[in-house]
C-alpha cells in the first residue's frame, strides 16, 4: 500500500482486513524531555517498579489531558490520534492533520478515568455519545478538535493547491476514515460504559446499549462459527457489508456485551450475544499450536491462518473468565513477536509496536507475570515524544497487516500506557480484580 494509507492509523488495518483478504483471496501540561526517546526524569530516577510505573501512568496522563484543556471550556471534544513525526504538532499527511480515531480516543477515555481525570474523560466521552446516537453510524475517525453541532463533523483538509476543501471520505487515504467497525464500535460503547460506571449517569448506559444494538442488527452473522462480521467498509463513499470476521472484533464485542449483561442493561439479550461473540473467539483457537487466528476470510468461516497477529492474543487473556488453556498464547507471542524493547504487530519481527507492548504489559500483570511487565513498561518510558505522546514505534517503520506504523506520536499508544501502568483492564468495570493471578 501507498504511504498515504499506510499511515492513516495503527487500526485501520481492523476495518479494511476484509479489502486486503479480498485481495490476496488506533489537566496538567505534559512534560517535554529534553530529546525524543527519553523518559521524564520524574520516571529515569524512580526508586521502584512501582514508582516507575506510577511516573509512567502520570507523564502519560497529563499529555492526554493537556491536549483536551488546550481547548477551553467544557464542550465535547475529539483529539487527533497522531503528530509529526517532529515529536510534536500536526502531521504533515493531510489524511491525519486532523484525524480523531475512534478507537484511539475511547481508550483515551478509559485511561483517563483510570487516574481520575473525570472531567477530561467526560468531554471526549460526550463526542462519542453524540456520534453515537446522532450519526447515520458510528465512524471509524473524524474530525478532531470541538464539538460544536449535534454530530462530530467527519474528517478533512484544505487542498492548497486545489484552493478547495477535500472530504477525508472522497480520498484514498482517507477513506477507511468513513468505514464502521465492528470492534470500533465495541471500543466506543466500552468507554460509555466505563463513564456510566464511574458516574452512574444512565446518558453513558444508553448510548453504549445504542452501539451494542447496531452491532447486533447489522454485524450479525450466521456462517461459519457464526458471531459477528467486520461491519461497514466505505471506500470512495460506497460502503458496503465487510463479510470477513475478525477475531479482535469478537473479543471486543464479547467484553461489550457481557459488560451489557452483567449490569442487567435493557434493549436486548445481552448474555445470549456475548455467547455467541465469544463463541467465534473460541473457534478460532487453534489448539495446536497454542494461538488465535486473526479472523476469517470473506466467506465467514475460512481461518486467515497468516500473519500472526499480537493483539488477539493478548486481549482474549483480559476477558472475564478466560479459559486456562488460551494463557499458552503468551508463549506464543513471544516466540513469534517477541522483538527487542518490546513485541511487534505481527510476526515478521520488524521492530517494536509501543501499544501493542504496553497490551502485553497489561496482559503480563492481569496474569500475575509483574517481573515481565515491568521490564516492559522501563521500554515503553523510553518512547515519551517531545510533545508528551508516546512513539508509536522507535524504529523509522514497521508493518502491521497491510500498512505500517511510523516513529510518530501516537494517542492510543499513550493511553495504554497508562492502562498498563495502573492495572486497569478495559474489558471490565473499574476495580474488578483476576480470580486467577498466581
Same mark, same amino acid.
Given at each position: ?39 521524564? =526524569? ?14 509512567? =501512568? ?195 464485542? =464479547? ?184
Amino acid at each position: 500500500m501507498i504511504d498515504g494509507v499506510a499511515a492513516m492509523s495503527g487500526k485501520a488495518w481492523r476495518g479494511w482486513l476484509g479489502s486486503v483478504i479480498a485481495g490476496l483471496v488506533l489537566g496538567a501540561c505534559a512534560p517535554l524531555p529534553a530529546m525524543a526517546g527519553t523518559p521524564p =526524569a520524574s520516571m529515569a530516577n524512580a526508586a521502584s517498579p512501582a514508582t516507575k510505573a506510577t511516573a509512567l =501512568a502520570n507523564a502519560s496522563c497529563d499529555a492526554i489531558a493537556a491536549r483536551i484543556d488546550a481547548w477551553p471550556g467544557d464542550n465535547p471534544v475529539l483529539l487527533r490520534s497522531y503528530d509529526s513525526q517532529r515529536g510534536k504538532g500536526a502531521p504533515d499527511d493531510p489524511s491525519l492533520h486532523t484525524a480523531a480515531f475512534t478507537y484511539d480516543n475511547a481508550v483515551a477515555v478509559i485511561a483517563l478515568l483510570a487516574y481520575g481525570r473525570h472531567a477530561q474523560a467526560g468531554r471526549i466521552g460526550e463526542a462519542l455519545r453524540l456520534a453515537a446516537m446522532n450519526d447515520a453510524r458510528l465512524r471509524d475517525a473524524y474530525r478532531a478538535g470541538v464539538v460544536e453541532s449535534r454530530t462530530p463533523l467527519p474528517n478533512g483538509w484544505r487542498d492548497a493547491r486545489q484552493h478547495r476543501w477535500v472530504e477525508a471520505a472522497h480520498q484514498y487515504a482517507g477513506a477507511y476514515q468513513d468505514g464502521t467497525s465492528s470492534g470500533n464500535i465495541a471500543w466506543a460503547a466500552l468507554a460509555l460504559l466505563a463513564l456510566y460506571d464511574a458516574t452512574g449517569e444512565l446518558r453513558w448506559r444508553d448510548a453504549a446499549v445504542h452501539l451494542a444494538h447496531w452491532v447486533v442488527v447489522h454485524a450479525s452473522d450466521a456462517r461459519g462459527a457464526g458471531g459477528f462480521d467486520g461491519g461497514i467498509e466505505s471506500f470512495m463513499l460506497a460502503p458496503r457489508k465487510a463479510s470477513w470476521k475478525s477475531t479482535e472484533h469478537n473479543i471486543d464485542l =464479547a467484553a461489550l456485551f457481557g459488560w451489557l449483561a452483567r449490569i442487567s442493561a435493557p434493549g436486548g439479550d445481552w448474555a445470549r450475544q456475548a455467547k455467541r461473540a465469544r463463541d467465534f473467539v473460541a473457534a478460532q483457537w487453534d489448539a495446536a499450536s497454542g494461538h488465535f487466528w486473526m479472523g476469517t476470510t470473506a466467506d465467514g468461516a475460512t481461518p486467515v491462518r497468516s500473519p500472526s497477529v499480537l493483539d488477539v492474543q493478548l486481549w482474549a487473556q483480559l476477558l472475564p473468565n478466560a479459559p486456562k488453556a488460551w494463557r499458552r498464547a503468551l508463549g506464543w507471542a513471544e516466540r513469534k513477536h517477541a522483538v527487542k524493547g518490546g513485541f511487534d504487530f505481527n510476526d515478521d519481527r520488524d521492530g517494536a509496536w509501543t501499544e501493542g507492548t504496553a497490551q502485553a504489559a497489561l496482559a503480563y500483570r492481569w496474569l500475575g507475570h509483574d517481573a515481565e511487565a515491568e521490564q516492559l513498561l522501563a521500554s515503553i518510558a523510553r518512547q515519551t515524544s517531545p510533545g508528551g505522546f508516546l512513539y508509536a514505534t522507535p524504529a523509522a517503520r514497521i508493518t502491521s497487516v497491510y500498512a505500517w506504523y511510523r516513529h510518530q506520536p501516537c494517542l492510543a499508544a499513550t493511553a495504554w500506557a497508562v492502562l498498563a501502568a495502573l492495572d486497569r483492564n478495559p474489558y471490565m468495570p473499574r476495580g474488578t480484580v483476576p480470580s486467577r493471578r498466581h
